[in-house]
């Protein structure tokens, strides 16, 4: 079964960018590449530009990237007194819970543990995207 190559859309407020990878003697490399402007930034400006860039082109959603702009996210910095991912992904829930104005199941998340210190505390990246955001481009 040949693998859907990788393709990355990166989605701003003045254009959008398709990038595609394909895998050559073990190394992603740059197959395909497309870019169109948006003149005025609204939904069917976006759909219709989308539509136009991914036609033709081998898109699947197994192995899709989609690069949206950095406003329409919440980024945070947690450090937390543990070192075992149970206890992290619990934290991380109840922490989301008091400093955010959205409950749990309006929002998608992940973390990334950036290091851990020798007292035993974790510190992490915790990116945070409201289920309407996402929906609004996928």
């Known amino acids: 079964m040949k693998k859907s190559p990788l393709t990355i859309i990166e989605i701003t407020a003045a254009h959008v960018r398709l990038f595609q990878f394909k895998n050559a003697h073990g190394q992603q490399v740059l197959s395909t590449f497309d870019v169109e402007s948006i003149s005025e930034y609204n939904d069917k400006n976006l759909i219709h530009i989308l539509s136009k860039i991914i036609r033709n082109k081998a898109v699947s959603t197994n192995n899709l990237i ?21 206890e992290i992904r619990k934290m991380v829930e109840l922490q989301l819970i008091n400093t955010l104005p959205y409950a749990l199941e309006d929002i998608s998340y992940h973390y990334h543990i950036t290091h851990q210190d020798n007292a035993g505390n974790s510190h992490l990246l915790v990116i945070i995207i409201p289920k309407n955001v996402l929906n609004r481009y996928l």
């Open 66 to 86: 989609v690069v949206i702009p950095r406003r329409l996210s919440i980024v945070k910095l947690f450090s937390l007194p543990s070192q075992s991912s149970d």
